[in-house]
């Protein structure tokens, strides 16, 4: 696999991890079922006419599985870094979860350079929200990244 095809794969991994990570908090599903859904169904599949990116599936599965198993000390270390006033239950649901696997990653895949992971999230943002937002979302994921990546 070519540099640019596995940063291909990785770039749509992190989109699909988004999206898991959001079906999970919206339906409440568990691991091993939301990881098969999008095993069969979703990572390089064709939806409504819609091809899927492939996906680096062990990528993947690290972020929604490191997210759901470190959810509790994700979320402690997001809302830490949230102005007075904000909590995670203001935050868009979307935008929580962009926040969630970029801090995952950047907490636990030391072998991405923290300038991939904080760039790859502000792309996701992007697919959802204004620049104002990917913004937030590039001095939030900064943050965090200074403290577990000292």
């Known amino acids: 696999m070519t540099q640019n ?6 770039s749509a991994a992190r989109l699909a991890a988004v999206q898991a990570i959001y079906q999970q908090d919206m339906e409440g599903m568990k691991l091993a079922p939301l990881l098969h859904e999008f095993h069969e169904h ?5 939806i409504e006419d819609a091809q899927y990116a492939d996906a680096e599936v062990s990528f993947f599965d690290d972020i929604v599985s490191g997210v759901d198993a ?16 904000w909590s995670l239950k203001r935050l868009d649901k979307t935008m929580h979860q962009i926040l ?11 072998d991405v350079p923290v300038a991939t992971a904080i760039t790859e999230y502000v792309d996701v943002a992007h697919a ?12 939030l ?5 200074k403290e577990v990546r000292r």
């Open 100 to 110: 969630r696997c970029g801090t995952y990653e950047l907490m636990a895949r030391a």
């Open 42 to 46: 979703r990572l390089g599949a064709e």
């Open 70 to 85: 470190r959810r509790d000390e994700i979320d402690a270390m997001i809302e830490s870094r949230l102005a007075s006033g």
């Open 141 to 145: 994921l900064d943050a965090i990244a």
């Open 5 to 10: 095809a596995k940063s291909k794969s990785r």
């Open 128 to 139: 959802f929200f204004d620049k104002k937002d990917a913004g937030f979302v590039n001095g």
